[in-house]
């Protein structure tokens, strides 16, 4: 956590298709807009992906958000969803559309706190 508990930072490391790769997210909520929020920046792309969303009492996060994609050079909307499964244990799922226009899933990340 960082600026006084406000922001939560996770690093992820880890491969993708057989190539290293390093993720960085920041969540935090604006109390101007009543959103929770969030970035995301990896080691494959040069750009940041900026999401908004809402969360349940349970802490389910569902976020959506837009990052331009570094192999069709085009803006990608995709939809997110962390969710703990336990105290230690985050899931991250990550869905944008597939090759045929519909939506899949493209990435499963677990994190564990340090």
Known sequence: MMLSGRVLVEEFSGSMMGQPFTGYSMRGYDNVTGEYWSTWND???TG???SKGSCDEKGTCTFTGSWNDPVRKT???AR??????S???EIFEMFGPGKDGKEMKMMEITYTKR
Request: hydrophobic share 40%; net charge positive.
């Open 75 to 77: 803006e990608v909307t």
């Open 87 to 89: 105290p230690t244990t």
């Open 48 to 50: 940041i992906m900026v």
């Open 43 to 45: 080691s494959v792309s």
């Open 80 to 85: 997110m969803i962390t969710r703990q499964k």
